[in-house]
């Protein structure tokens, strides 16, 4: 059974590879296995650098999701109160850094179910709660979760993208959000989804 973040998304593009995993304005529609390609160009950037405690994005563009996986991926913590992700590491520089290869492979032994990802939880803990979330959401491999771009940064938001990861949806990003009469997901359809917040609200609570 999957007990880390890292192995999830391990996981996933590994079963997964050509099925479409994120839509972003600037980067179009990536397969899974392209979305962890892109993750481990930013996770090869982070580590490349002196390790820092603990990492946070807000450039407000998917590159944030992107980074939050890679720190995921990377067994270091996500907070607000994080060093930010240099910009050079989103496709600059840094991004899939030569330095950063043999660190980020060594991670696999460091990264553990109890290895803290977000305030007190750890990747065990995060992971039982997409579990429960996947059951009462009812998400697989066959749904298109619609999500505006704008409330990126905010848990709720935060929770469903790990959540369309951990079913295998397609998670597409909208620079405009759904009208609220459309439906909140769809399935083998292309219509916009209306984004409610409320079965996300409270997964990061401890």
Not at 53 to 63: D, K, P, R
Not at 111 to 133: C, K, N, P, Y
Not at 172 to 193: D, G
Request: glycine share 8%.
């Amino acid at each position: 059974m999957t007990s880390t973040l890292r192995d999830l998304l391990i996981q996933r593009a590994a079963r997964l590879q050509s099925q479409a995993a994120l839509s972003a304005p600037d980067w179009g529609t990536l397969s899974y296995a392209q979305l962890r390609n892109r993750v481990e160009g930013v996770a090869l950037g982070l580590l490349s650098r002196e390790l820092p405690a603990a990492s946070f994005s807000s450039t407000g563009t998917a590159w944030d999701w992107a980074a939050e996986l890679a720190a995921a991926a990377s067994g270091l913590m996500w907070s607000p109160a994080g060093q930010a992700v240099p910009s050079d590491t989103f496709g600059g520089c840094r991004f899939n850094h030569e330095d950063g290869r043999g660190p980020y492979h060594a991670r696999e032994q460091v990264v553990q179910a109890a290895t803290l990802f977000s305030a007190d939880l750890d990747h065990g803990e995060v992971m039982l709660r997409l579990r429960r979330l996947n059951r009462e959401l009812g998400w697989d491999h066959t749904n298109r979760v619609d999500l505006p771009l704008a409330r990126l940064g905010e848990a709720p938001m935060r929770a469903a993208l790990w959540s369309a990861l951990y079913a295998g949806a397609h998670a597409v990003l909208t620079e405009e959000a759904p009208s609220t009469a459309k439906r909140f997901f769809t399935r083998f359809q292309s219509v916009p989804q209306a984004w409610d917040p409320g079965p996300f609200q409270d997964f990061w609570d401890v």
